[in-house]
């Protein structure tokens, strides 16, 4: 019998148990507040709907062997919008929803073979508002759920924003097949491959200096604004960083637009961003989302309230962070309830179940001692505080 969990699975000790559940209720007492329901999307699902419509790629979804095409969820989001647009579809809009569950990534190994890694991810989901307003609200409380995390200052939180229509800009002026080429280039910040294209020198210059436009909100759309004038797109981003700049000030956060920002997945059609922590050796991305108004329709839902955003935390990078401990997490104090040679087993039981009555933590040690001493000396062993005599 092999003894070592599968390549990219995690036994989780008890302690790291306890800062997940921890981080979890933090994330959901938020949610709460701003009136998000919690959902349970089913971690198997058919492939058409993990892919959402062919915005994952398929070699990122963990297929299973069985007689329907199905496979284990590489995210949630594609899961919770089908059910908002199919068992939720009577619902009034918006619609608010959150969920908290494991996800299944696939890669290769190093050795070459399939390496599938579970992640506990915690996040929300708003549909049916297809403006401004949503990101607005998204973002905000995004920022509010960061601060309930507690995070120190050398996480060095780092909010990137990207937007859609901003590639959609700089591309506007090549034709296809050359404009995909050019796409992804700047989403993988290839110099050289932009440089082996072959483009006419001003085009080129102008690519390049794309890919070093990414810093401070208000330096960026200014130089955005230079080349590509007024656009729609510049004045929401100029809008949404009115509002988040004190916010994110206040939490040590720092801001920054990249217009060649893309995520991995396929899966966003405008706002994108993710919230990146200094790990022990490189950045973390701790969390991620966007505006997914197309997975939305593909859906089912009519184009008037064809709209979803949403963001993802990941609790076990988070937990991973340097510094992050299970100290900050008070531990309610817990009984051991001890007997001995001249009590029983059943009496100390009944005695326990009358400590949960009353809403406490305590645990009965099974073997008799034979004196106060010896169960003295059990205490710290069992993790609890006190100890429940009991002697006829």
């Not at 062919?54 to 089908?82: Q, Y």
């Not at 709209?307 to 008070?330: N, Q, T, W």
Request: overall charge negative; aromatic content about 4%.
């Amino acid at each position: 019998m092999a003894l070592q969990p599968a390549t990219g699975a995690r036994d989780l000790n008890p302690k790291q148990v306890q800062q997940n559940q921890h981080l979890r209720e933090q994330l959901a007492m938020v949610y709460r507040h701003w009136g998000y329901d919690e959902v349970s999307p089913p971690q198997v699902e058919r492939l058409d709907t993990l892919m959402a419509g062919g915005a994952i790629a398929s070699h990122d979804v963990v297929r299973l062997v069985a007689d329907d095409p199905l496979g284990l969820r590489p995210e949630m989001t594609a899961s919770i919008a089908r059910a908002a647009c199919t068992r939720l579809k009577d619902r009034p809009r918006p619609l608010r929803l959150c969920a908290c569950g494991t996800i299944f990534e696939s890669r290769t190994a190093e050795e070459g073979g399939l390496c599938i890694e579970e992640k506990l991810h915690s996040g929300v989901e708003l549909f049916g508002v297809k403006d401004l307003a949503a990101e607005l609200e998204l973002l905000t409380l995004l920022l509010e759920a960061m601060n309930a995390l507690s995070l120190l200052g050398e996480h060095q939180p780092q909010l990137l924003i990207g937007h859609t229509s901003l590639m959609e800009l700089v591309l506007a002026p090549f034709e296809p097949p050359i404009r995909e080429e050019i796409r992804t280039c700047l989403i993988q910040y290839d110099r050289l491959g932009l440089e082996a294209m072959g483009l006419e020198a001003s085009d080129l210059k102008r690519l390049l200096n794309l890919l070093d436009c990414r810093g401070t909100p208000q330096t960026i759309l200014d130089l955005l604004g230079e080349s590509f004038g007024s656009q729609p797109v510049l004045n929401d981003l100029k809008r949404l960083f009115l509002h988040l700049s004190p916010l994110a000030e206040q939490q040590s956060l720092t801001l920054q637009l990249d217009p060649t920002f893309h995520p991995h997945h396929e899966l966003y059609d405008g706002l994108v961003f993710q919230l990146v922590c200094q790990g022990v050796s490189a950045p973390v991305v701790i969390a991620r989302g966007g505006r997914y108004d197309g997975l939305v329709q593909r859906c089912g839902e009519g184009e008037l309230n064809a709209g979803g955003v949403g963001f993802s935390f990941c609790l076990d990078d988070i937990r991973d962070l340097p510094g992050s401990s299970p100290e900050h997490v008070k531990r309610q104090p817990s009984i051991l309830v001890c007997w001995s040679d001249d009590s029983t087993l059943e009496k100390a039981l009944l005695k326990q179940t009358s400590w949960h009555a009353q809403g406490q933590v305590a645990q009965c040690d099974l073997r008799p001692c034979r004196n106060r001493e010896e169960a003295d000396q059990r205490l710290q062993p069992s993790g609890c505080n006190t100890i429940d005599w009991l002697s006829d």
